[in-house]
């Protein structure tokens, strides 16, 4: 599927085509790489910025998630 860039005012437009599962209002993090290949990525909500308070700790103990505590590779631990 090919689709081309369209000026509209001082910004250039792609258009999405209908098929594509996008919905309107949807808001993408624009990201360009070296090789010019130019990426839409969903931008999410950050779930912890309305409670930054929230302790992942306690929730992992509350929802009995069986951590051992143990480091089974590289993982970034607290």
Do not use: C
Not at 19 to 35: H, N, P, R
């Amino acid at each position: 599927m090919i689709v081309e860039a369209q000026k509209q005012g001082d910004s250039l437009m792609v258009p999405i085509p209908a098929g594509v599962d996008v919905q309107e209002g949807t808001e993408f993090d624009v990201v360009q790489e070296k090789s010019g290949v130019i990426s839409l990525v969903p931008v999410h909500e950050n779930i912890f910025a309305q409670s930054p308070e929230y302790d992942l700790r306690a929730g992992i103990v509350e929802l009995e998630l069986g951590d051992n505590g143990q480091s089974v590779g590289k993982e970034n631990t607290w």
